[in-house]
Nanobody, 115 residues
């Protein structure tokens, strides 16, 4: 059974940092691209960042320069380092593992940025 489990969310103040983790089981993780999305109530799901199986990364405009996506295939894990957090970063953060024929999602982890 395939599982993606996110962790690392929490309540932080503006300007602080968090590191989210996405750990996969049941798949050959290195065969998948990994994408982080976020969604807050009343808003559409927003693309945050992607790391391809071959390593290149991409970021949404709203997080570029503040967030860094990485992966450790030996640990079946991907990470999202979030620095200089803003209240508008408040959302549920979800990771997705994608191949040509498969798409898996985690349940998400909540990030709240508030004074």
């Amino acid at each position: 059974q395939v599982q993606l489990v996110e962790s690392g969310g929490g309540l932080v103040q503006p300007g602080e940092s968090l590191r989210l983790s996405c750990v996969a089981s049941g798949i050959i993780f290195s065969n998948y691209d990994v994408t982080w999305y976020r969604q807050s109530p009343g808003n559409q799901r927003e693309w945050v960042a992607t790391i391809l199986r071959s390593g290149p990364t991409g970021y949404g405009d709203s997080v570029k320069g503040r967030f860094t996506i990485s992966r450790d295939n030996a640990k079946n894990a991907a990470y999202l380092q979030m620095n200089s957090l803003k209240p508008e970063d408040t959302a549920a953060y979800l990771c997705s593992a994608n191949s040509a024929s498969r798409n898996y999602w985690g349940q998400g982890t909540q990030v709240t940025v508030s004074p």
